[in-house]
């Protein structure tokens, strides 16, 4: 698979170590710090570069959307925390902590009629 300077890789493994480097992560550990993290959901993770980036440099994983209100309540009383649940497993599954953010965000909620 090639990136975009046109290095193939043949897997994974030979992609990390092409780009192996100390993570940040472990840097900023080494100061005194939790973690050094960054934003994901399924779609980004399921890119194999970002993939490969993600496992070797950072230590924490926020959702980008999959937790928000719109995301796990598409239509009222009907939930899906699928892409949660992706997020979580891939954040255990490679050592990495999860943060949450934002629930609600006011330009993603439809208010109907005060009146009613």
Do not use: C
């Amino acid at each position: 698979m090639p990136d975009r300077n046109g290095h193939h890789y043949h897997n994974e493994q030979d992609y990390y170590h092409h780009h192996h480097h100390t993570s940040i992560d472990t840097k900023i550990k080494a100061r005194g710090k939790q973690y050094f993290g960054t934003a994901a959901d399924q779609n980004t993770l399921s890119v194999f570069q970002i993939d490969a980036i993600v496992k070797s440099v950072f230590g924490q994983l926020t959702p980008e959307n999959s937790i928000k209100w719109d995301a796990t309540e598409k239509s009222q009383n009907s939930f899906t925390f699928t892409g949660a649940d992706y997020l979580v497993n891939y954040a255990q599954t490679n050592g990495k902590l999860v943060r949450g953010h934002t629930l609600v965000v006011s330009s993603h909620i439809t208010l109907g009629d005060p009146s009613e």
